[in-house]
């Protein structure tokens, strides 16, 4: 069966979906997107999602394509029209089409929706079989990163660097400080010697993570010790077990930072118990209220 796209109002077989070469999103990146997991037929932290969509839209002044409830039910009927209950949703919002022009239209022009969906693996199930390496690598990324924007280059630039090196992500820093930031799409954590869990705190620097936050609110309901601030190069380096999180890498182990395994190179006890709680966050059918 053909996959179907949402274009700007029509549902149309993804090989005729098109959008015209003057969309500011082709032209500019001048956009927004969110990638939501669709599990056993629920979006999975569907409204964190929505509510960053709506900050990152409002932070580069552009209004919503539709209401927050009609956007709700293409997002269900993509699935529907996909015959999927297990996916990856994509969805992006342009400030449509215009002359090609720095400056934002004169006269406002209807912003641009675009939403795909496509199948996915089940959801892992076995922890050791879940881990993947990083490199590090400079963080080059414009000044607002907590902005859910589709400029990417510098982010897939970074993935490219570590899929040349056998890595599944990049964890970027700060070359003025060696802090580190995020994964090139992903959060990055750590846990140190006595047992915390660590990842940055928000700010510009790093995007709001929608799966960072499930996780943040589930370690508060179990009572184990996190703390959200900056945290260096040699900390990683040190660390006893990391992780990444994302709405495709859920809670992922990371087994080797930059080719030196973190700690004895096997899942650690806090992030295998960090696995199967997310797991039941996904497959439980737990609130995703923000």
Same mark, same amino acid.
Request: neutral net charge.
């Given at each position: ?74 997002? %269900?009927?993509? @699935? ?5 209950? $297990?996916?990856? #949703? /994509?969805?992006?919002? =342009?400030?449509? *089409? ?60 970074? %993935?490219?660097? @570590? ?5 599944? $992500?990049?964890? #970027? /820093?700060?070359?003025? =400080?060696?802090? *580190? ?110």
């Amino acid at each position: 069966m053909s996959r179907i796209a949402y274009v700007n109002g029509r549902y149309l077989p993804q090989s005729e979906a098109a959008v015209n070469i003057e969309d500011r999103g082709y032209q500019f990146g001048d956009g927004i997107y969110e990638v939501v997991h669709l599990h056993g037929g629920r979006y999975i932290d569907e409204d964190r999602h929505l509510q960053r969509l709506e900050r990152s839209l409002r932070e580069i002044q552009l209004p919503m394509p539709m209401s927050l409830a009609a956007l709700r039910m293409v997002l %269900r009927e993509v @699935a529907h029209r996909n015959r999927l209950t $297990e996916g990856l #949703l /994509y969805m992006q919002v =342009t400030r449509g *089409v215009a002359p090609r022009d720095h400056a934002f239209p004169k006269i406002p022009v209807p912003p641009a929706l675009v939403v795909t969906i496509k199948r996915i693996p089940p959801y892992p199930t076995d922890v050791d079989r879940w881990t993947g390496t990083v490199i590090t690598a400079p963080d080059l990324r414009w000044a607002r990163r907590d902005i859910k924007s589709v400029n990417l280059l510098p982010n897939c630039l970074a %993935r490219q660097a @570590a899929r040349e090196k056998g890595a599944i $992500e990049a964890v #970027l /820093y700060d070359e003025a =400080t060696g802090m *580190v930031t995020e994964g090139a799409a992903t959060s990055f954590w750590i846990v140190d010697a006595k047992g915390t869990v660590i990842t940055r705190q928000l700010g510009h620097q790093i995007l709001p993570g929608c799966t960072r936050a499930a996780l943040l609110a589930e370690l508060a309901a179990e009572g184990i010790a996190f703390e959200e601030r900056e945290f260096s190069l040699s900390e990683v380096t040190d660390a006893k077990e990391a992780f990444i999180t994302s709405a495709t890498s859920f809670v992922k182990p990371i087994v080797a930072v930059d080719g030196a395994p973190v700690n004895d190179g096997k899942v650690g006890p806090v992030v295998r118990r960090l696995f199967d709680i997310f797991a039941r966050h996904v497959t439980g059918g737990l609130s995703n209220a923000a």
